[in-house]
């Protein structure tokens, strides 16, 4: 049993320097002890995320945004009174592997930027910033250069005008 609470103690200790900027701390947010319960699966029919966010402003002193051990201990037999069982509650804690990241921004994995980046799809002006190869021109691709050799911009019989 002892040490069950102090595996309890040490993930409430995780979860209160989960996000943290600086230092230890020993109190915990309404974000992360609801980060905690949602982690630990004890959110079901009878408790709820607007459950534990009503029991944390019980317990907690007026205009504190924090909650010590002793008050989160207070918090777990008032829920564990809604859910069912105090203990329960309290295995779960213990048992979870404390703070993690699920849910964090990932690479894409669609083909929405398979499709975008696609040269050969591209039409119109766009479609002449590239090769044949799907490269980049680079500027000749974006700015109309001028040539300087006399001859109009689609004049095709360049370069026959002194071999007649």
Do not use: W
């Amino acid at each position: 049993m002892a040490d069950s609470k102090d595996a309890l103690e040490s993930n409430f200790k995780a979860y209160c320097n989960y996000g943290a900027p600086q230092g230890k701390k020993d109190v915990i947010t309404t974000s992360n002890l609801t980060k905690m319960f949602k982690e630990c699966k004890l959110y079901d029919k009878k408790l709820t995320s607007t459950d534990t966010d009503i029991a944390f402003s019980k317990h907690v002193p007026k205009g504190s945004k924090t909650m010590d051990y002793k008050q989160f201990q207070c918090l777990l037999e008032e829920c564990g009174k809604k859910s069912g069982c105090a203990d329960k509650l309290k295995e779960k804690i213990a048992a979870s592997s404390g703070p993690g990241s699920s849910g964090t921004t990932k690479a894409s994995k669609t083909g929405g930027v398979d499709r975008m980046t696609d040269t050969s799809k591209y039409t119109g002006a766009h479609k002449e910033r590239f090769d044949a190869d799907g490269k980049g021109k680079g500027i000749e691709g974006r700015a109309d250069i001028a040539k300087n050799d006399g001859y109009v911009g689609n004049y095709k019989g360049e370069g026959t005008f002194d071999k007649k």
